[in-house]
């Protein structure tokens, strides 16, 4: 962390198992925070009082205390931290602390579920930073001109058959390590750029597929065949020319385009244009695959299963979330998995964070999974390891929740 950080930007956390206490304590120091890192109410109390910190991580379980005597003796100090509640308990019990915390008068930030999703928290804890108005379109665009912006690869498991799993393929996601500010997710900088058919956010784009494409060469070179993905905007979907200019940068790089998959976010607005379905149709042609992103949410489009030619749907995140929570989401999933199937389309779940939802969605015949359980987004030099340590595991995975 460099010495720009401010003496609010710091994070208090309190866990009393150790080892989650400083795994939160390393992402908050990846978003740019000041860390103090306790497992017991006493170093707590005497942290708070002398670290005056902007967040604070509160676990809700514990031995001597719990946190909701925390959050009484936080509300009769009249703490002004931003509080992040942390817990392994169930969702309704979450979400009656949170509202305690709330009718308490403190600025409760949100809830992080146990197991949690590492990028997940770093977003939660950068947006948790006040940023607004110091960022700039121009800051993006530099970082992207300097290579500032790193590439990291989530992986994405295929289904070979109960209980058979393979990975496949891992998603491209770009990642801004900021000397000041930390690691920014895309949630923190794409709200920078102003519109999705801007030359901002062509650049973007077009730094993505170039440095992903060279990576995945790279892992060719190395005997690793494995897919790629790549989100697309919508607002991108305009250029007549882009699936050449997706051919030559793949030929540049001697990467195989026939291995990218494209991730297509909310096409409902061009389903009935003319250039769209060209310019699909054609990356079709070239072999590349295309995914509908963030589908079964609003937003997304059910006549785009069929008005264009789409390969792969990927069910919102939200909707994997609710698998083992909701009845109602299972026979929700079952239903967009059944259309899917008739439509020839394959469906990948992502969001996917137990054994308790890969095992239903093993039940339904999901053809692909992406998620923390599956694998974090890690850098590519993990990958290879990683990828053959998960699917030396897969069945062991799986059965972990029978």
């Known amino acids: 962390m460099t010495s720009t950080t401010s003496k609010t930007d710091r994070l208090l956390i309190l866990d009393d198992v150790i080892e989650i206490a400083e795994l939160i304590g390393g ?58 509640l942390i817990t392994g308990m169930d969702r309704q019990t979450t979400a009656s602390a949170k509202r305690f915390g709330q009718q308490l008068g403190l600025n409760i930030l949100g809830t992080v579920q146990k197991p949690f999703d590492p990028e997940s928290l770093i977003d939660m804890l950068s947006r948790a930073r006040n940023l607004s108005g ?38 491209a996601l770009p990642r801004w390590h900021h000397p000041e500010f930390g690691v920014l997710t895309p949630r923190k900088f794409l709200p920078l750029i102003a519109s999705e058919r801007s030359e901002l956010m062509r650049h973007l784009t077009d730094y993505v597929l170039q440095q992903s494409a060279q990576q995945l060469q790279q892992w060719q070179s190395s005997g690793l065949h494995l897919g790629l993905r790549v989100n697309l905007p919508a607002g991108l979907i305009t250029d007549t020319e882009f699936p050449d200019r997706l051919e030559c940068l793949f030929d540049e790089c001697a990467a195989d385009s026939a291995l990218l998959t494209l991730e297509l976010s909310d096409v409902s607005a061009l389903v009935n244009s003319r250039d769209c379905i060209e310019i699909l149709t054609r990356l079709r042609l070239k072999g590349i695959k295309l995914s509908l992103d963030d589908f079964g949410i609003s937003g997304s489009s059910l006549q785009a299963l069929y008005a264009l030619p789409i390969t792969e749907a990927k069910i919102d995140r939200r909707l994997t979330s609710d698998l083992v929570r909701e009845s109602g989401a299972e026979l929700a999933v079952g239903g967009i998995l059944q259309l899917l199937k008739a439509l020839d389309i394959d469906c990948c779940a992502e969001g996917v964070e137990s054994s308790e939802q890969m095992n239903t969605l093993d039940e339904l015949e999901c053809d692909l999974l992406q998620g923390f359980y599956i694998g974090t987004p890690m850098p590519a030099a993990d990958i290879p390891k990683a990828l053959e340590s998960w699917t030396t595991d897969a069945s062991r995975l799986v059965s972990a929740g029978s």
């Open 134 to 171: 110091v960022l700039s379109p121009d800051d993006l665009a530099n970082a992207i001109r300097d290579t500032a912006l790193i590439l990291r690869y989530q992986p994405v498991i295929r289904r070979l058959g109960p209980r058979s799993w393979h990975a496949e393929s891992v998603e």
């Open 27 to 84: 992402l908050g120091e990846q978003a740019g925070f000041l860390v103090t890192v306790t497992t017991d109410i006493d170093a707590f109390n005497a942290a708070l009082e002398k670290e005056q910190p902007s967040v604070i991580a509160l676990d809700l379980q514990m031995p001597r205390t719990d946190g909701i005597e925390v959050l009484r003796r936080l509300a009769a100090s009249a703490c002004m931290a931003r509080v992040l």
